[in-house]
T-cell receptor, first 116, second 109 residues
Framework: GAVVSQHPSWVICKSGTSVKIECRSL??????MFWYRQFPKQSLMLMAT?????????EQGVEKDKFLINHASLTLSTLTVTSAHPEDSSFYIC????????????FGPGTRLTVL | GQNIDQPTEMTATEGAIVQINCTYQ??????LFWYQQHAGEAPTFLSY??LDGLEEKGRFSSFLSRSKGYSYLLLKELQMKDSASYLC??????????WGAGTKLIIKP
C-alpha cells in the first residue's frame, strides 16, 4: 500500500528556534499534502493544504508566517515551525493524496514536537 | 513489520448495526484510535482505547483486546450521515501513529 513517512519522529528544541518537519510519499506521487496538528485525544486539526508547485492554503487561525509550508516536489512537503514556543508543542501529522484520487488520503506516522 | 488491517469497504442499511474490525501487529502498544472521516474533510476523533474492554459513547462503541491485537467499532441505529471512512490507528512503543487504510462505510436507505 501507499506509504507516507515523516522525519523526524520526535524533536525537542529550545524556545525561539525553528524546526523543520519533512513529509514524504515513498511509493506514489502526491499532488496534495495536508498538515494536521493533534492535541491529546482530540481530533486532528487541519492546519493547511499544500499543492505541489503552489502556495499552501491555510485554515483560519493558522499563522502562515509561523508555519511555513513548502511542497517543492510531488513526493516531499515540509512544515517549518518558526520561532517555536512551548505552546507549539504538539503532534504534527501529514497526509498525502495521490494524483487523480479524490478522497483517499494516506497518513504519516506523525512528529512529536516538544518546545522547552 | 507493523501492520493494521481493516476491511476496505462495508455496506449497511439505515437503522441497522454495523461492526468495523481492526487487527494490528505493532512494536508495542500505547493505545488505539478510531476516527471518522467524511470525504474532503479532516478526520474526527471518535474513541481512544488503551485498556481491554468496551467503551460506549452514544450510538458508537469501541472494543479492544490487547492480547488478540484486535479492536472493533460498533455503530448502532445507522443514519445516512454515518456514511464515511473509518480509520483505525495504533500508537506504537515510540509513540508513533500506525494508520490503517480506512474502511469506507456505505449506508443504504
Amino acid at each position: 500500500g501507499a506509504v507516507v513517512s515523516q522525519h523526524p519522529s520526535w524533536v525537542i528544541c529550545k524556545s525561539g528556534t525553528s524546526v523543520k518537519i519533512e513529509c514524504r510519499s515513498l511509493d506514489f506521487q502526491a499532488t496534495t499534502m495536508f498538515w494536521y496538528r493533534q492535541f491529546p485525544k482530540q481530533s486532528l486539526m487541519l492546519m493547511a493544504t499544500s499543492n505541489e508547485g503552489s502556495k499552501a492554503t491555510y485554515e483560519q487561525g493558522v499563522e502562515k508566517d509561523k508555519f511555513l509550508i513548502n511542497h517543492a516536489s510531488l513526493t516531499l512537503s515540509t512544515l517549518t515551525v518558526t520561532s517555536a514556543h512551548p505552546e507549539d508543542s504538539s503532534f504534527y501529522i501529514c497526509s498525502a493524496r495521490a494524483s487523480g484520487e479524490v478522497d483517499e488520503q494516506f497518513f504519516g506516522p506523525g512528529t512529536r514536537l516538544t518546545v522547552l | 513489520g507493523q501492520n493494521i488491517d481493516q476491511p476496505t469497504e462495508m455496506t449497511a442499511t439505515e437503522g441497522a448495526i454495523v461492526q468495523i474490525n481492526c487487527t494490528y501487529q505493532t512494536s508495542g502498544f500505547n493505545g488505539l484510535f478510531w476516527y471518522q472521516q467524511h470525504a474532503g474533510e479532516a478526520p474526527t476523533f471518535l474513541s481512544y482505547n488503551v485498556l481491554d474492554g468496551l467503551e460506549e459513547k452514544g450510538r458508537f462503541s469501541s472494543f479492544l483486546s490487547r492480547s488478540k491485537g484486535y479492536s472493533y467499532l460498533l455503530l448502532k441505529e445507522l443514519q445516512m450521515k454515518d456514511s464515511a471512512s473509518y480509520l483505525c490507528a495504533v500508537v506504537d512503543s515510540n509513540y508513533q501513529l500506525i494508520w490503517g487504510a480506512g474502511t469506507k462505510l456505505i449506508i443504504k436507505p
